[in-house]
Every structure is written in structure tokens, then in C-alpha cells.
Nanobody, 112 residues
Framework: VQLQASGGGLVQAGGSLRLSCAAS????????MGWYRQAPGKQRELVAH???????NYASSLKGRFTISRDNAKNTLYLQMNSLKPEDTAVYYC???????WGQGTLVTVSS
């Protein structure tokens, strides 16, 4: 089981990015998936979660700006991030809840 995150980069405040996480193996379709992030000097925190059936949950501070989605045909998880702020700067990780597998992380830097 492997997760490959991509799509990070440098963006100005107010801009948008879309992260992708490609999953190998057969775990994706039946698995709950999530995006987490870790800012410098801070603990890793949940950004958003999506069940195998498509039900979503978000960190309360991010709801309305970020959207998690999945394409089961492509075994890919997405995170659309809009109205980005400097405090969104972090390494973003995708996560498969069963059996608990992390992607390698992709860096998002938002400049003011």
C-alpha cells in the first residue's frame, strides 16, 4: 500500500491549490481517507476526512475554504484549497485509515 501526494507549491495569499493523493493497491475504494497538515513547530492536525461513501468532515477553522473529494475510478484523493492564507503554510499529508498509511507529504507555502 502506497500513497503519493502531489500538488503543493508556492502560492500568494488568496490563491488556490489542488492537492492530489494517488493510492496504489486495492485499499482505496473501501477506505476512509484524510488530509492532515503539519506546520513548522506544530503538531500534525486533521484538515479533512472523507468516508468510503463520500461523507466529509472538516476542521472547523477550514470549512468553507477547503474541499476534500475522491475519485474511486482513479484511486485518487483530492484537496481543493481556496482563499489560502499564510497560516495554511504546512506540509500536507494524505492518510488511509485502514491500515493506517501516510503519504510522503507535499509542501504548501502561502506568501503574504
Amino acid at each position: 500500500v502506497q500513497l503519493q501526494a502531489s500538488g503543493g507549491g508556492l502560492v500568494q495569499a488568496g490563491g488556490s491549490l489542488r492537492l492530489s493523493c494517488a493510492a496504489s493497491g486495492s485499499i482505496f475504494v473501501t477506505n476512509d481517507m484524510g488530509w492532515y497538515r503539519q506546520a513548522p513547530g506544530k503538531q500534525r492536525e486533521l484538515v479533512a476526512h472523507i468516508t468510503s461513501g463520500g461523507t466529509t468532515n472538516y476542521a472547523s477553522s477550514l470549512k468553507g475554504r477547503f474541499t476534500i473529494s475522491r475519485d474511486n475510478a482513479k484511486n485518487t484523493l483530492y484537496l481543493q484549497m481556496n482563499s489560502l492564507k499564510p497560516e495554511d503554510t504546512a506540509v500536507y499529508y494524505c492518510y488511509a485509515y485502514r491500515p493506517g498509511v501516510w503519504g510522503q507529504g507535499t509542501l504548501v507555502t502561502v506568501s503574504s
